[in-house]
């Protein structure tokens, strides 16, 4: 008798689970998004973090528009070519770092598809087209460009209309014959 009421009740509890919806899939509305804290934006694409070029732009530009990952590079102590490792965030990259040998800060690889060239210093030029560059990882605070960003950077850096001075006449002096 008992083993029938046990029977009946694992068969109650298996029919049960059998017939709940269970998890949501990934793809439906109701789905859970994993939540990572960072300190600094995180990649936008975590299933292609690792699959950048490795030879990139390096700095420039004032603002970026994704984080793609960060990058540890690595200087082998006993010598060879440098390369490095990627991460969704900068804490499993600086994690890495402080825990290898041969392992720089982490960089960031961002994409910036508007930003700003200086050609020479002062010297700000709008520039319309995408492209990937590692930045140091401090330089993301404020720096998201927005829709207005770009604009509002050029007008508080533009230089002022400096009006030309005429440039005073050299002294002749008279010459003195011997």
């Known amino acids: 008798m008992r083993l029938k009421y046990l029977l009946s009740i694992c ?32 990649a936008v694409d975590i299933n292609k973090v690792g699959t950048y070029p490795g030879f990139t732009k390096s700095g420039a530009g004032y603002f970026y528009d994704q984080v793609l990952e960060y990058r540890v590079w690595m200087n082998p102590p006993e010598g060879g070519d440098d390369y490095y490792k990627a991460f969704p965030t900068y804490e499993e990259g600086l994690a890495y770092s402080k825990s290898t040998l041969g392992a720089e800060e982490p960089l960031v690889l961002i994409l910036q598809r508007e930003w700003i060239d200086e050609p020479q210093p002062g010297n700000y030029v709008r520039k319309n087209e995408e492209r990937i560059t590692e930045w140091k990882v401090e330089w993301l605070a404020g720096s998201e460009r927005s829709p207005e960003a770009i604009d509002r950077f050029l ?20 010459r003195v014959h011997k």
Request: charged share 15%; proline share 21%; with cysteine.
């Open 11 to 42: 068969l109650a509890l298996c029919s049960g689970l059998a017939c709940s919806p269970g998890a949501p899939k990934p793809s439906s509305p109701g789905a859970l998004k994993p939540t990572i804290a960072s300190a600094y934006p995180i």
């Open 155 to 174: 007008a508080e850096h533009q230089r002022p209309n400096k009006r030309l001075q005429p440039t005073p006449l050299p002294k002749i002096l008279p």
